[in-house]
């Protein structure tokens, strides 16, 4: 699902909102979400999972087309942790 059709169908569902308010909801809440992971924060939401960062020190890599070796630098990359409930849903218990 797309950010636009996610936009679409919390409008259909909810009709007495206009779609520009639901997008401005939509955008404020993903906008919120980034910033506190730039932060470094955590964010949890209940049932759904938790938003996190984790580092990833430097490391020698491989170009994958010529074989040699290449540094890569430290960088910090977002991770999700699925809650339990959503866990459960996906799996059918």
Known sequence: MTKS?????LAERNPHLYQRDVERI????????TGALARGDRVELRGFGAFSVKRRGPRVGRNPRTGDSVTVSEKVVPYFKTGKELRERLNGD
């Open 5 to 9: 059709e996610l936009i679409a169908r």
């Open 26 to 33: 939509v955008g404020t809440i993903l906008d919120e979400v």
